[in-house]
């Protein structure tokens, strides 16, 4: 069985770019477990389902034909032959998605989802529970954070990057009621693992998380 680097933190933390980072350095396959949770979101407001809608919600995943794959050195998923990227970034999907990660079935269908990836190799796993639930017993577990107004403004720079038109304390708010909601829910609320190591990334530049994480995994090793 391959490694498994659990990289967990509230969002706009800097995950998606350590994990994508140690991945390349490591040559493991970068998982974003977000992606999933916002597929099954996307799925089913393609389907025309209101995503507050739990029981609907869990008929339209249920019912469809989800597939994984690596491409690239990521894995990546095709929900019914489509395989969604720019969409799962879209702005309803955005806004619908910490609902539907909250519900226990959806959350189950996603962990074991992604347990299954450890088929194809080593991974990089980032999201919220990956320490706490998906890889309880991975000796690799991190806790990325950040002081929100620094979370906030990476989020906002990244947004408008992508062209989006935000404005500032607009993307603040809604990362705070996304960290509320992730921080609160019932099932499987954002927490630093047993044995995570902690990294504070506020001050700290994108290549020396990189770097902090890998000695971490090479000592371990
Ligand atoms: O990381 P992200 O912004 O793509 O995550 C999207 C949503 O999914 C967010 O509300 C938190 C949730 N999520 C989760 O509950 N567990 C994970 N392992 C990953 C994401």
Redesign the pocket.
Known sequence: MGKAIAI?GP?ASG?SSVSKGVAAELGFIYV????L??GVTWQAIRKGVDPKDAAAVLEAMHSADWAFFVKNGAAIFSVDGDVPVQELREKDVREA??RV?AIPEV?KF?VESLRSLENFGSLVM?????GTV?FPDSPHKFYLDADPEERAMRRYRELVAAGEDEKAHEVMESLKK?DQ??ATRKA?P?VVAPGAQVIDSTSMTLEEVIQTVIDAVRRKA
């Open positions: 967990d969002s995950k974003d477990s977000g992606a949770y916002r998605v910490a990660a959350r996603v980032e999201g919220r529970d990956i998906v996304r909601i992730d499987d954002l």
